[in-house]
């Protein structure tokens, strides 16, 4: 089945330790996301990219970085994760056009201890 | 500019009652609305969309809804619970040109089922 796949599921790191969480797609979708979700809170997009455009949003730490190397594979760098980025992390994707419905993964919950 | 309210952060329901999720949205351009499911520790997964076709959409897990115009209302509704479908339940609305194809979140609301 077409997909959208997160690893790990689970990601302990230390107190600035640099950290990459991972995504990938089957569903060979142009558009690829990143969203942040706290507990109890509804996901806030981080950025996306439109094939190679990167697209930052506005109120994204600096701390957060992303790379996309190909269609397939999206990634979430956090530089020097603080006890506040300890959260659950989402990617999704889409085809671009006029109705862009997105696809989530299963997410990564990450613990900074 | 686009909003979404979800009336109800916390709805309780009985088993083999009817749910009954709200969505109220504002959009300055014609809208498209999804509704999405959350359980615990996983992703969202899309239970239904409008996008400006039938007014009545129907979804997955025995889900539908209603797109009121008039209203500016999107509810969620299903006949009949049941324990599985306990979850968060998220209204998301969306344009379809430039940065209104982003979705812009309700705050969710969390559906308990009661035996």
């Known amino acids: 089945d077409a997909m959208v796949i997160q690893n790990p599921r689970y990601q302990v790191t230390q107190f600035g330790k640099p950290v990459t969480l991972s995504c990938s797609q089957t569903l060979n979708h142009n558009v690829m996301y990143w969203y942040q979700q706290k507990s109890s809170q509804a996901p806030k997009l981080l950025f996306h990219?439109?094939?190679?455009?990167?697209?930052n949003e506005a109120d994204t730490p600096d701390n957060f970085q992303s790379r996309r190397p190909n269609t397939s594979f999206c990634f979430l760098d956090i530089r020097s994760p603080g006890l506040g980025d300890a959260a659950m992390y989402l990617c999704?994707?889409?085809?671009?056009?006029?109705?862009?419905?997105?696809?989530f993964g299963p997410g990564t919950r990450l613990l900074v201890l | 500019a686009q909003s979404v309210t979800q009336l109800g952060s916390h709805v309780s329901v009985s088993e083999g009652a009817l749910v009954l999720l709200r969505c109220n949205y504002s959009s300055s351009v014609p809208p498209y609305l999804f509704w999405y499911v959350q359980y615990p520790n996983q992703g969202l997964q899309l239970l239904l969309k409008y996008t400006s076709a039938a007014t009545l959409v129907k979804g997955i897990n025995g889900f539908e809804a209603e797109f009121k115009k008039s209203e500016t209302s999107f509810h969620l509704t299903k006949p009949s619970a049941h324990m599985s479908d306990a979850a968060e339940y998220f209204c998301a609305v969306s344009g379809n040109a430039g940065n209104n194809r982003k979705l812009i979140w309700g705050l969710g609301t969390s559906l308990a089922v009661n035996p």
């Open positions: 990219y439109y094939d190679k455009d990167f697209n």
């Open positions: 999704a994707t889409s085809k671009a056009g006029p109705i862009e419905t997105q696809y």
